[in-house]
């Protein structure tokens, strides 16, 4: 079985009540339900100690799901290190929303992963432009998100191993906002859609979208590296 840890700042939930009534028991708890019953799932947050990622919680995540927004900075600088050393070992990353800006993100990626933004950005649609793509599994042509926080390029990443989806909001804008990446044996998928005061996570083909991610990233057994001097 899968084994997830779904990271989560959780601070939003407790400091504003909008954010509260939509994710009552933090955005780490809907998370968590997207994968129970089909996967071993766990959960940690920032105020934890070693922000809940110990070196034993870490070795026994295959996936590792990140949503964070206001404190990126709050992440210790020993606990990125010891999330990438797992990613360059093979645990798949989910980087979800606001996560484009943590630190393990744009450690990973090694650009700035800054974009443009409007809270207010309506209606957007999540379009499939990789419909063979396994984390597209199940879908219909696009998705639509009736109220959501517009992100716009450009988008300061590199250019994503594969595309899966493109997003397109009421105010013109279109974003990349379904990029796979592979750093050491690690994959990693970032997905746009998921602002703290829209219930996104409480719809079913994000939810999928989100399930079909995990089995993408889950590391698989491959030919054993060897580094150094050979005899």
């Known amino acids: 079985m899968v084994r997830v840890t779904i990271w989560n700042e959780y601070r939003h939930e407790r400091e504003d009540d909008e954010v509260a009534a939509i994710y009552p028991d933090g955005i ?48 210790d600088d020993e606990i990125v290190d010891r999330v990438q ?59 639509e998100l009736p109220e959501t926080e517009m992100y716009g390029e450009p988008f300061d990443v590199p250019e994503p191993d594969r595309l899966v989806f493109t997003s397109w909001f009421e105010g013109g804008e279109v974003f990349r906002s379904g990029c796979c990446y592979q750093r050491g ?25 989100l399930r079909n991610a995990v089995e993408w990233a889950t590391p698989t057994e491959g030919a054993p590296r060897t580094f150094g001097e050979r005899e």
């Open 85 to 143: 050393e797992r990613v360059l070992e093979g645990m798949g990353l989910l980087v979800l929303h606001s996560a484009h800006f943590s630190k393990i993100f744009k450690r990973l990626m090694g650009t700035t992963c800054n974009l443009q933004w409007r809270e207010d950005g309506g209606t957007e649609r999540l379009w499939v432009v990789d419909p063979g793509h396994p984390i597209a599994d199940g879908l219909d042509e696009s998705i």
């Open 28 to 75: 780490h708890a809907t998370l968590a339900g997207v994968f129970e019953g089909n996967h071993e799932v766990e959960t940690a947050t920032l105020d934890e100690p070693e922000h809940g990622l110990t070196e034993e919680v870490l070795e026994r995540t295959d996936v590792l799901v990140w949503w964070g927004h206001e404190a990126h900075d709050e992440v």
């Open 185 to 209: 044996n690690g994959r990693i998928f970032y997905f746009r859609p998921g602002h703290e005061t829209f219930p996104i996570y409480e719809n079913d083909e994000i939810r999928r979208v």
